[in-house]
């Protein structure tokens, strides 16, 4: 039997295992059977020693998404009972990286087709932390940085987790009393944090100013210019465009070229150029995962982002003619009639597919 080092991020707790895990390579009694429900912190002692289960199919890109998610829900909604958070939101941080330096058009298309399961306040945790560590690599920053910024990332909201479902499912404006926990919710955030036991002022302060703006108008301090670090402004902007790529009760979901265009314009409120210039060239107006219509008339999925100006993968799923291919037929934007003529939202674009289809056993589920 082939034997394979695991993570945390192989680890869904709650959730029977896959596979008998090993304290080994070469031991022949598991510490855990197959089949048995893994708890929270039942193995931490063996974690960093090293754990070892059968070398059966890897955990996807998706998979693992999911599986983040899930435990940063359980952190999230029990903050206030841990007193070791830190660890644990460092450790799913980790595996996030890990997850979109292992395919990173994988983890943006799950963004926008909506692949990524769980309550929406979550979900979009998640989702911001994907692009937050994606433009923050891109950058450059440095290893500690990107874990810093993901798990700024991924617990900014904490203080209205609970609350945000709420909001997302109204039909009609917040109440005066519900404006105020919104403003307040990078406050609370670091007070729960910190009360949890984070205690890395780095992260700490990324949460406090995610929401704030260089001419003042953010919240909940209204911090001015050099106030407020790249860094936090570059959460800032991976919340702002998760959001507005994510549909609302009461509104769709904008088109991710309007999104992009939407933050560029800067008419609301002004944004860090250099950061706006890695958004334009990361993520782009058409990410992995933006459904099109080519120039040809052609109907697909963006499925791989521009390399270096050999253009953009798109795999068609409808021809011309409205018909539906048997096989998806990958197509490049710089061949001829193949360049994007516009993006589709879902009911217009009427294209349904797994996204294993399109990107192999990294998208599988």
Known sequence: MAIRRITLADLVFGEPLRWDIFSTPSSNRPLLQKGQVL????????????????????VSVLQSLNQINRRLESTLMDLRDQGSADRELRAIAQDLIATVERGADVALAAIFLNQIAGAYAVRHCTEAAVVACLIARAMHKSPLEVLVITAAALSMNVGMVRQADLFQNKDGALSHEERALVRRHPSASVEMLRFAGVSDEAWLDLVLLHHENDDGSGYPA??????????????GLADRYCAFVSARNYRRSLLPPVALERLCAGNDMPYDQIVLGHFATQIGAYPPGTLVRLENAELGVVSRRDEDGAGMAVHVLRAADGKALAEAQQ???????????????????????????????????
């Not at 209204?222 to 959460?235: F, M, P, R, T, V």
């Not at 193949?338 to 998208?363: S, T």
Request: with cysteine; net charge negative.
């Open 222 to 235: 209204g911090k001015l210019g050099d106030e407020i670090s790249q860094n936090a402004k570059l959460i």
């Open 331 to 365: 197509r490049v934007t710089t061949q001829p009639g193949c360049a994007i003529a516009e993006a589709l939202h879902e009911d217009h674009a009427k294209l349904r597919f797994p996204m294993k289809q399109i990107w192999g056993e990294l998208a599988s589920l």
């Open 39 to 58: 708890a929270p912190g039942q193995l931490d002692d063996w974690i960093e020693a090293g754990l070892y289960a059968e070398a059966s199919s890897p």
